[in-house]
């Protein structure tokens, strides 16, 4: 864990949930991600353009980019591998690998609950967003961010702690990582869901649906956090 805490320091943007806007300003100042992002929305507003345009992001790559010393046509160069094309031993393990991660039941039982909380919030929160209170609309807000980012950051975590073609520890300290965002994630969803269902008693029995599939995927997560 102190080697985790170690490279948290180093790069934070690799072990967060990316939701600035509920980052803790002790983690902002240190955060590459957060000012490059900051970056091209100032240059963005500078030039009254949307930041998510593309020539402003490119601008911006550029820039950084030449302060590492690379072209920003090396960098945009990929080489492009074809696994099925290949016998070799290694090449077999990562095919075999990322099978094993498609097919795990974590990222199963995520992707479950990604489509349960996903229309639950198409019917009770997206239609009458603007007219929740405040408070019940942090709570909306937290279930919706993290309902899509518990497949993805599972997916990472397994592709780490099971990686057989990593040399070092550092692909298993992402892991734990991974799956601290996903604790996380399952915390401040199950939070969030129970204030939801004291507001919307009616809709008890998907509420409860969701907190049981929420908290077998923080015992499972944290099974697999303590096997280490």
């Known amino acids: 864990m102190d080697k985790n805490a170690e490279f948290e320091r180093e790069s934070p943007y690799n072990f967060c949930d990316r939701w600035c806007e509920r980052c803790v300003f002790e983690k902002k100042i240190r955060c590459r991600v957060y000012h490059d992002e900051l970056e091209q929305r100032m240059i963005a507003i500078a030039h009254g353009k949307d930041e998510r345009d593309p020539e402003i992001a490119k601008a911006v790559m550029k820039r950084q980019l030449e302060e590492a010393g690379e072209a920003l046509e090396e960098f945009t160069e990929e080489d492009e591998i074809d696994l099925d094309a290949s016998d070799e031993p290694e090449f077999?393990?990562?095919?075999?690998?990322?099978?094993?991660v498609k097919h795990h039941p974590l990222p199963v039982a995520a992707e479950?609950?990604?489509?349960?909380?996903?229309?639950?919030l198409e019917e009770v929160f997206y239609p009458h967003r603007e007219k929740q209170n405040r408070e019940l609309l942090y709570d909306f807000d937290t279930v919706d961010w993290y309902h899509t980012l518990l497949v993805v950051k599972l997916q990472r975590g397994l592709a780490g702690f099971h990686e057989p073609s990593c040399e070092g520890d550092f692909?298993?300290?992402?892991?734990?990582?991974?799956?601290?965002?996903?604790?996380?994630a399952c915390r401040e969803s199950i939070n969030a869901l129970r204030k939801i269902l004291a507001r919307f008693p009616e809709r008890g029995g998907e509420i409860s649906e969701l907190l049981a599939l929420l908290h077998h995927l923080y015992d499972q997560i944290q099974a697999l956090k303590e096997s280490v």
Not at 92 to 100: A, T
Not at 171 to 184: H, M, T, V, W
């Open 92 to 100: 077999v393990k990562i095919k075999d690998h990322i099978e094993f």
């Open 171 to 184: 692909a298993l300290y992402d892991a734990i990582g991974q799956f601290e965002i996903c604790n996380k």
């Open 112 to 120: 479950e609950y990604r489509k349960r909380a996903k229309r639950f």
